[in-house]
């Protein structure tokens, strides 16, 4: 029987996250929800931005935002005026808590860096730049459009204009060494605002990176043994330079944690406005899961016609207690059992707990459950093996 938890989302937050689906070209790795397209029409996406604005603002009123999250896409190709827009009428739609976190996704390149005046104008306070890698060659086998040049000259003029900074890189790549990671991670960190997003590259279906590996043409990517050892290194690096792994892919200085992200991570609820943006909202003492459509062109018609959401879906308290499970863990602050038993109505199975404690993947300490480093590197099967019936 679920226990009725109708506050329990405060313990993540409240966030708001607005897609752009836009990008110049589409990466040959990325599996985001992305569009090129040759012509925008910016005036006509700022009317159906306000609209969903609006539309959730009538739906979940009288919140304190913590977090907006402009993500894509590449935000970086908005226009100034239509990120003033939208953050004009958020502060019309919510009282903003006094620490907000306002972060836009950027491609470091000299076109999109011109603007970072205009939006931290707006009162964008936080960037996180695409860098993806520091050489010209991999950046070019990743599909990226700048240069190692431009991407260092966007990082110092995001610096000057925004009080944090942070940027993606990519590892794990074809024929790196772990020596060239090892030249290339201390770069990153001696260049670092107080942020990192550190991926390993990853195979996924529909890219262009899967079609050329199914037929055999990308080679030199490392074995699942090379990328554990590259995931632990990197991780130690890292920690030694006083960015705390304080997510699987995430390493900050203290306090610098990504706010908006730790919404998700905490099982908090936020809003997804845009093409294909995923929400979670509670209302009633009853949470649902949100979706939009994929297609811009899709997106707009259905906003015009005054819903722009495709599935609004009750969530069962087990839905619910999987996700902040599957979400937590990734933290290295692990999960609140007594939280997960009161969104669940039960607990985990004690003997599965145990065996992975035994195996050094878990460990259980004052009601928080955590992954260990071992563990981290098989999270999707402890996770699996958690969820087990």
């Not at 909202?281 to 997106?299: F, G, M, S, V």
Request: charged share 20%; glycine share 8%.
């Amino acid at each position: 029987m679920q226990i009725v938890l109708p506050e329990d989302w405060k313990n993540g937050g409240f966030g708001l996250y607005l897609h752009w689906p836009f990008c110049q070209a589409k990466c040959p790795y990325c599996d985001f929800n992305s569009h090129v397209r040759q012509t925008i029409n910016q005036q006509l996406w700022l009317k159906a931005y306000l609209s969903e604005i609006e539309r959730y603002a009538a739906l979940v009123p009288g919140r304190l935002l913590n977090s907006i999250y402009l993500g894509g896409g590449t935000p970086s190709l908005m226009e100034p005026a239509l990120v003033h827009g939208i953050l004009d009428k958020v502060r019309d739609s919510w009282t903003l808590a006094n620490d907000i976190e306002i972060t836009l996704e950027a491609n470091p390149n000299s076109v999109e860096a011109d603007r970072f005046k205009e939006y931290a104008n707006a009162g964008v306070n936080r960037v996180s730049l695409g860098i993806q890698a520091l050489n010209d060659t991999d950046l070019k086998r990743l599909g990226r459009l700048h240069t190692a040049d431009e991407a260092l000259r966007a990082l110092d003029i995001a610096k000057t204009h925004f009080s944090r900074v942070s940027f993606d890189l990519i590892y794990s790549r074809q024929d790196q060494s772990q020596q060239s990671w090892e030249s290339e991670l201390n770069q990153a960190l001696t260049l670092a605002g107080d942020h990192l997003s550190l991926y390993q590259l990853t195979i996924e279906d529909g890219t262009a990176f899967a079609d050329r590996f199914m037929a055999g043409k990308l080679r030199g990517l490392p074995d699942d043994d090379q990328s554990a050892d590259m995931f632990e290194f990197t991780r130690g690096l890292c920690q030694n330079a006083g960015f705390h792994n304080y997510e699987v892919s995430n390493f900050a200085l203290p306090g610098a944690e990504s706010r908006h992200n730790l919404i998700y991570w905490h099982y908090g609820d936020y809003i997804g406005i845009g093409p294909g943006a995923h929400g979670r909202i509670t209302l009633n003492n009853q949470r649902y899961a949100t979706e939009t459509h994929l297609k811009p062109e899709d997106w707009l018609a259905k906003v015009k016609s005054g819903n722009s959401d495709q599935q609004i879906t009750k969530m069962s308290a087990t839905e619910q207690s999987q996700e902040y499970l599957m979400m937590g863990l990734r933290l290295t602050e692990g999960v609140d059992m007594v939280r997960y038993e009161q969104i669940s109505g039960s607990q985990l199975n004690p003997a599965i707990v145990k065996d992975l404690e035994e195996l050094g993947m878990l460990t259980l300490c004052d009601s928080r459950l955590c992954v260990t480093t071992k563990g981290r590197t098989l999270l999707n099967a402890v996770t699996a093996e958690l969820l087990r019936d």
